[in-house]
């Protein structure tokens, strides 16, 4: 009997999960997340919920409002981002921005939790799940700061924690357990796209029934399987690249080093030509990403968005796959 596939949480966000019928996935996601029930009242409009011809694969995002009237952005990350943490702060300022009215007192300010499922490398750590929130510790006592306000008569203390933004960063790949608890039985479906039948995580038994990669069409199945693809061509491209930039970089800061005698000249040119190195590499990626995109039956503007390259470069390109038919 065949294995039965299901179809990767990125692509089931982009195309499937927005519908109502199909909330209780992320809604178990949440929960497992969060450590309580969490129901998705709407979806709100964002940057990665708008799908055209032209849809990035490299990231998409959901962003949701729960049934205590917080703000919760969803989003994965299927590549490499330089400046990432400082993006995902960009989002969650922007959406809490989008949620006061001109008038509206300070405390209509909504609390936003940003929940980031990851397919890159972000930095050393050893865990798969990283939580951050604000919290205000006494620089001499050590004690933790607790607000107080006055609400209908009452006084009402909250944490900073309460107000300011959470942050969940799920690194997939650094997940190599034997999944047990909900926690593990979801980011080991983010990691392989495989539900064991004993997986009893909330959401998962919606994911089971609802996101069978034989349950779509074949049109259906032939754009995931492209998607799929051009992920894979794409970090294949990047990973050479990255190689190769920092063999080249080595090579030459040591020459440059060498040169100098001394060991901040040493230094000096280790950092120059690793520098170097990069930005040939970075190049050669970008090349190598559109013309295989290009072979994919991309167009010129779609592969534009895709690779940073500029409309001639791609152009150019194009010219040369042609000629190479």
């Not at 960063?169 to 034997?178: A, Q």
């Not at 609802?210 to 049109?219: E, K, Q, V």
């Not at 690249?241 to 800061?253: H, Q, T, Y």
């Amino acid at each position: 009997m065949e294995r039965e596939r299901y179809i990767r949480f990125d692509w089931a966000m982009k195309r499937m999960l927005r519908d109502k019928a199909n909330f209780g996935v992320l809604e178990g996601l949440l929960t497992v997340l969060l450590g309580e029930k969490m129901t998705i009242v709407e979806l709100l409009e964002s940057e990665g919920n708008q799908l055209s011809e032209d849809d990035k694969f490299n990231r998409v995002d959901i962003k949701a409002k729960d049934s205590k009237g917080e703000i919760i952005i969803v989003e994965v990350q299927n590549t490499r981002e330089i400046y990432y943490l400082e993006r995902i702060l960009y989002g969650v300022a922007k959406a809490i921005t989008e949620h006061i009215s001109l008038g509206d007192t300070y405390g209509k300010v909504k609390k936003v939790v940003s929940i980031s499922i990851l397919y890159f490398d972000i930095g050393k750590g050893s865990d798969y799940l990283y939580h951050g929130t604000a919290r205000f510790v006494g620089v001499h006592t050590g004690d933790e700061l607790q607000v107080t306000a006055r609400q209908r008569d009452a006084i009402v203390r909250k944490s900073p924690a309460d107000i300011f933004p959470e942050y969940f960063l799920i690194r997939v790949n650094e997940f190599n357990k034997v999944a047990k608890t909900p926690l593990e039985q979801w980011v080991k479906y983010l990691k392989t796209g495989e539900i064991s039948p004993e997986a009893t995580a909330p959401g998962l038994g919606e994911a089971r029934e609802r996101l069978r990669y034989y349950n779509m069409t074949p049109a259906e199945r032939h754009a995931y399987d492209e998607h799929i693809n051009a992920i894979m061509i794409q970090n294949d491209v990047i990973g050479t690249a990255k190689a190769e930039g920092l063999a080249e970089g080595r090579a030459v800061g040591k020459a440059e080093g060498r040169a100098e005698g001394r060991a901040e000249g040493l230094a000096e040119g280790r950092a120059e030509g690793k520098a170097e190195g990069m930005a040939l590499g970075a190049s050669k990626e970008k090349r190598d990403t559109a013309m295989r995109l290009m072979s994919l039956g991309m167009d010129d503007e779609t592969v534009r968005k895709a690779t940073g390259l500029t409309t001639d470069e791609v152009r150019a390109l194009r010219g040369l796959t042609d000629n190479d038919k």
